[in-house]
């Protein structure tokens, strides 16, 4: 039992294959896509998309990406999964995901409009998705 998904930005394609199950961030919460899932079109959140391919993977057999946003469509046999930006768990060193966290912060502190505030927002958030995303990996690897 599987279902085709596809996670696509905008660099190109991610991930393009057959999965038991995709957790994906979206503004209702984690939704867990199955096959034969109902139709959905959702809109997703920053936050950490999480595949497993096989029914008997552990968490740490997931393939895990780190995701600013999205859109996620589903029709029941596949599923896909577009964002602007998207990396993978093993794309991600901890602690250039902890330096990017701290420079976000200063762009955070130094923004002098609104619209420089929500900018710097937006990636202080998405490098926070990516220190814990790479944090998450760590434990798994232990």
Do not use: W
């Not at 990406?65 to 589903?74: D, M, T």
Request: aromatic fraction near 4%; glycine fraction near 6%; hydrophobic fraction near 40%.
């Amino acid at each position: 039992m599987a279902i085709h998904f596809q996670l696509i930005s905008a660099t190109g394609v991610k991930f393009d294959d057959e999965a038991y199950e995709i957790l994906v961030p979206t503004k209702d919460g984690v939704v867990a896509v199955f096959e034969d899932h109902m139709p959905l079109l959702s809109a997703g959140t920053p936050g950490v998309l999480s595949i497993r391919k096989k029914a008997g993977d552990t968490n740490s057999q997931m393939e895990d990406f780190a995701v600013n946003g999205g859109l996620l469509e589903v029709d029941g046999k596949s599923a896909r999964f577009v964002t602007e930006d998207v990396t993978a768990a093993d794309e991600i060193s901890e602690q250039e995901a902890q330096e990017a966290l701290q420079r976000a912060q200063k762009l955070v502190e130094a923004a002098g409009s609104r619209e420089a505030l929500h900018e710097a927002k937006t990636v202080l958030q998405h490098q926070s998705v990516k220190l814990h995303l790479a944090q998450l990996k760590r434990r798994h690897h232990r």
